[in-house]
Nanobody, 122 residues
């Protein structure tokens, strides 16, 4: 399974960006991020069908995760961006096809993208 992220870039605080992750299969998926000098952290997750989602408290009410199964693509709509959202963002998929639940832990995911940089200026 190959994951390809896109959509990162530079944006001013308060602005918006939408990340995309193209992936084959019907895996539950998630977004993680890693800022310089920090550990990678959970951002959001979605089950295989898209009807169950989960968010980190730090992004709840600002970010929205979704997926289009017909296009085999997952999205992360990021609004009201803050400088502390600056990080490399990674999409992940796994562990099993057609799982109805969401996953928060890195170790639960099998496949990872290469990452896309998001930089929020103040």
């Amino acid at each position: 399974v190959q994951l390809v992220e896109s959509g990162g870039g530079l944006v001013q605080a308060g602005g918006s960006l939408r990340l995309s992750c193209a992936a084959s299969g019907r895996y539950p998926m998630g977004w993680f991020r890693q800022a310089p000098g920090k550990e990678r952290e959970f951002v959001a997750a979605i089950n295989w069908s898209g009807d169950s989602t989960d968010y980190a408290d730090s992004v709840k009410d600002r970010f929205t995760i979704s997926r289009d199964t017909a296009k085999s693509t997952m999205y992360l709509q990021m609004n009201s961006l803050k400088p502390e959202d600056t990080a490399a963002y990674y999409c992940a998929a796994g562990p099993t096809n057609y799982s109805g639940r969401t996953y928060r832990w890195e170790s639960e995911y099998v496949y990872w993208g290469q990452g896309t940089q998001v930089t929020v200026s103040s």
